[in-house]
Nanobody, 115 residues
Framework: QVQLVESGGALVQPGGSLRLSCAASGSSFRIDAMAWYRQAPGKDRELVASITSDGSTTYADSAKGRFTISRDNAKNTVYLQMNSLKPEDAAVYYC?????????WGKGTRVTVSS
């Protein structure tokens, strides 16, 4: 089983930046893809960005040009650098991994964008 712990969520003003981190740990596992999802109140959970083990990335249209996903395979950690934050980016951000023995979700970290 893989345990995921997110960090970095905070209150930030519009136009500000945040860097989220998600560290994976466990006794025996393999991580293929890592991703960030988010869920705002009253909305479905949506994919923000993903990255494969070889570094290929995908982004939601809302994240393109503002967010950057990266990973450190040696540390089993994925990051999400978020710039030019907007009020509509406010949500709980969840880390997700796809791999062996199973896919896993973190518990989330809250991002609030408000002046």
């Amino acid at each position: 089983q893989v345990q995921l712990v997110e960090s970095g969520g905070a209150l930030v003003q519009p136009g500000g930046s945040l860097r989220l981190s998600c560290a994976a740990s466990g006794s025996s596992f393999r991580i293929d893809a890592m991703a960030w999802y988010r869920q705002a109140p009253g909305k479905d959970r949506e994919l923000v960005a993903s990255i494969t083990s070889d570094g290929s990335t995908t982004y939601a249209d809302s994240a393109k040009g503002r967010f950057t996903i990266s990973r450190d395979n040696a540390k089993n950690t994925v990051y999400l650098q978020m710039n030019s934050l907007k009020p509509e980016d406010a949500a709980v951000y969840y880390c997700h991994t796809r791999g062996w023995p199973m896919d896993s979700w973190g518990k989330g970290t809250r991002v609030t964008v408000s002046s």
